[in-house]
């Protein structure tokens, strides 16, 4: 079969043949309905470097974003019939540390000792025309489009994950929240907050496209530039934003973001640009935090499911055949992307 492989550092993928999968004890084998090409990606085989903390050392397909369709179960596997439509649940953790015993395999503590962190992170992903996945990480689809829901499992439960952590700094009347970085991630961040909460949505990008859509979705948007964070202010009457999602994580938007803070504010990185910032007591407003955040629970993924299925999560998709499945990684690279690429083996 054809699979997008990650050879080495610094290397663009190649698209080469592999060997068809067999399920062992615990997994089962999917026939990938869709594949998403997410960011990280390219951080993986661009911008990393043997030693870059991130880096995942090469030799495996790409893809962490991924459904299909039952094809094969391994030992052990039972219930599932061939030809029902799952999302795989990426993270695969130890499956029985206190992290992964509630469902959130990105945090789990015998992280050191696995060989691999998920599903196209180590270990051969869904870049192909078929992927294992262990039993346990498969969320059901039912009677929902696979292929629109491939995004899901990683550009709607990452910003999803982040939202859910922030939704008490959402919560009440005249709340603005800010999200930064309107591509894969940032287009279904806005659709979340407009589904789950009664706040003003601001959003930003670089590209014009990118804040039409989002104005689409229900955000208001705030171009780029010199006035930007005055901008963003003054939409909130001077207060600043609540909860600020940056899915870029460069030094400038991460700063941009901090400045746009109310006292009490929540902003969350998302993006692994690698930016830096400062802190400092009297320039901060009271009681607003900064934090990270990675992936997010398979009990998420459900959530994420239903709000799919519910209509509430829309995912923008271009779709690629497996023979333009590279022109898909060069479209992310060079910001040509006007929706999630999914590549349809
Ligand atoms: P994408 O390429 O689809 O979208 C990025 C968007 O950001 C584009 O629309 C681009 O125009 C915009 N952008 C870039 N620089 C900007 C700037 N300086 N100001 C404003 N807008 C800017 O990427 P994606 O797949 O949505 O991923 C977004 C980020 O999230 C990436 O860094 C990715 O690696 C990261 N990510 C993190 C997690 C996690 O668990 N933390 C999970 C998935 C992806
Ligand atoms: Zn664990």
């Known amino acids: 079969m054809r699979a997008v492989v990650f050879t ?12 068809r999968p067999v399920p062992g004890p615990g997994e ?33 397909t790409l893809g962490h974003e991924v459904s299909g369709w039952i094809e094969e179960t391994g030992p052990g596997v039972h219930g599932f019939t061939k030809g029902e439509a799952f999302l795989a649940y990426g993270p695969i953790g130890c499956g029985h540390c206190k992290a992964c015993s509630r469902g959130q395999d990105t945090y789990c503590e015998n992280v050191a000792s696995m060989p691999y962190l998920g599903i196209g992170l180590g270990r051969d992903g869904g870049m192909a025309e078929y992927v294992l996945v262990p039993a346990r990480n498969l ?33 009440g009347g005249g709340r603005f929240a800010l999200v930064i970085g309107l591509g894969g991630l940032g287009q279904v961040a806005v659709q979340i907050l407009t589904a789950l ?18 104005e689409a979705n229900g ?3 705030v171009p780029g530039g010199e006035n930007q964070v005055a901008a963003i202010r003054e939409l909130t009457g001077g207060r600043g934003v609540d909860a600020a999602f940056d899915f870029v994580g460069a030094t400038p938007t991460i700063k941009t ?23 400092s007591f009297f320039t901060t407003p009271y009681e607003s935090t900064i934090s990270n955040t990675y992936w997010g629970t398979i009990a998420d993924l459900h959530e994420v499911v ?15 055949s497996m023979d333009d499945a590279l022109e898909a990684y060069r479209k992310l690279e060079s910001g040509q992307l006007s929706g999630r690429a999914v590549v349809v083996p």
């Open 306 to 320: 239903a709000m799919y299925r519910a209509g509430q999560i829309r995912p923008e998709v271009e779709r690629y």
């Open 257 to 279: 973001a901090q400045a746009s803070m109310a006292q009490g504010g929540r902003l969350t990185v998302v993006g692994i640009a690698n930016g830096v910032t400062e802190w």
């Open 28 to 60: 089962v084998l999917l026939k990938v309905a869709g594949s998403g090409a997410c960011h990280s990606d390219v951080a993986i085989y661009e911008d990393f470097a043997e030693g870059t903390p991130g880096a995942i050392a090469p030799g495996f």
């Open 139 to 171: 969320v059901p689809l039912g009677d929902a489009d696979p292929v629109d829901a491939a995004p899901l499992s990683d550009a709607g439960l990452t910003p999803y994950h982040a939202i859910k952590n922030a939704l008490p700094n959402l919560a």
């Open 197 to 214: 909460t009664g706040a003003t949505v601001i959003a930003t990008d670089m590209k014009d496209d990118a804040m039409r859509r989002a």
């Open 8 to 19: 080495d550092f610094q290397t663009f993928p190649s698209l080469t043949e592999v060997e």
């Open 219 to 221: 955000a208001v948007t």
